[in-house]
């Protein structure tokens, strides 16, 4: 069956340090590609997406690549603030009544940026 | 984004009681909810995928019987653990997507202990 598998935290880092957490799936078909991040006491927020190969989603300065032939969605980030330390979650989205909602999640990454 | 609400955000209760989550779509109609379960240091497991005014879908391996999902309205979703053993101790999370959505959008949580 599909499912996503993540590097394991916590990931520690200095400020401004360059940030990649890793991310790999296993699926059939082609499905769609998340990165989810909850911040301390809160939901989780959908961060970036990207629905078919080669496509880059990208939001406040993360990005992340959909790269087919690896079936891998690594994020990533040029300069990590404090403001970033969250839990990262790596998902991937299978069909459900015509749309592609119905989630499978990695294990989720702790990301803790030092000042 | 449009806003989710669950509640309570932390719940005690004894083993052999039931627990009621709530999961609220404050400014959309959700006509689909999902139920997660997530443990410690584990990704986020659906449990339940549930349409508004239909029975929910469970997936292989959750007991209908012990989680009942409720899906009453377009606002409303509700899970209820029946009773309740230490082992359901877990975090619950509600998603929810709107026909006007693209995205699914998440509730806080709820962190559930059974004593």
């Known amino acids: 069956g599909n499912s996503v598998t993540q590097m394991e935290g916590p990931v520690t880092l200095s400020e401004e340090a360059f940030l990649t957490i890793n991310c790999t799936y296993t699926?059939?078909?082609?499905?769609?590609l998340f990165w989810y991040v909850q911040y301390p006491g809160e939901g989780l927020q959908l961060l970036l997406k990207?629905?078919?190969?080669?496509d880059k989603g990208s939001n406040k300065g993360f990005e992340a690549t959909y790269r087919k032939e690896t079936t891998s969605f690594h994020l990533e980030k040029g300069s990590v603030q404090v403001s970033d330390s969250a839990v990262y979650f790596c998902?991937?989205?299978?069909?459900?009544?015509?749309?592609?909602?119905?989630?499978?999640f990695g294990t989720g990454t702790l990301l803790a940026v030092q000042p | 984004g449009a806003v989710v609400s669950q509640h309570p955000s932390r719940v005690i209760c004894k083993s052999g009681t039931s627990v009621k989550i709530e999961c609220r779509s404050l400014?959309?109609?959700?006509?689909?909810m999902f139920w997660y379960r997530q443990f410690p240091k584990q990704s986020l497991m659906l449990m339940a995928t549930?349409?508004?005014?239909?029975?929910?879908?469970?997936e292989q391996g959750v007991e209908k019987d012990k989680f009942l999902i409720n899906h009453a309205s377009l606002t409303l979703s509700t899970l209820t653990v029946t009773s309740a053993h230490p082992e359901d101790s877990s975090f619950y999370i509600c998603?929810?997507?709107?026909?006007?959505?693209?995205?699914?959008?998440f509730g806080q949580g709820t962190r559930l202990t059974v004593v």
């Open positions: 990207a629905t078919k190969a080669d």
């Open positions: 699926a059939t078909g082609y499905p769609s």
């Open positions: 998902a991937l989205g299978q069909e459900y009544g015509g749309a592609t909602n119905k989630l499978i």
């Open positions: 549930s349409n508004e005014g239909s029975k929910a879908t469970y």
């Open positions: 998603s929810a997507i709107g026909v006007m959505n693209t995205e699914a959008f």
């Open positions: 400014d959309f109609q959700a006509t689909t």
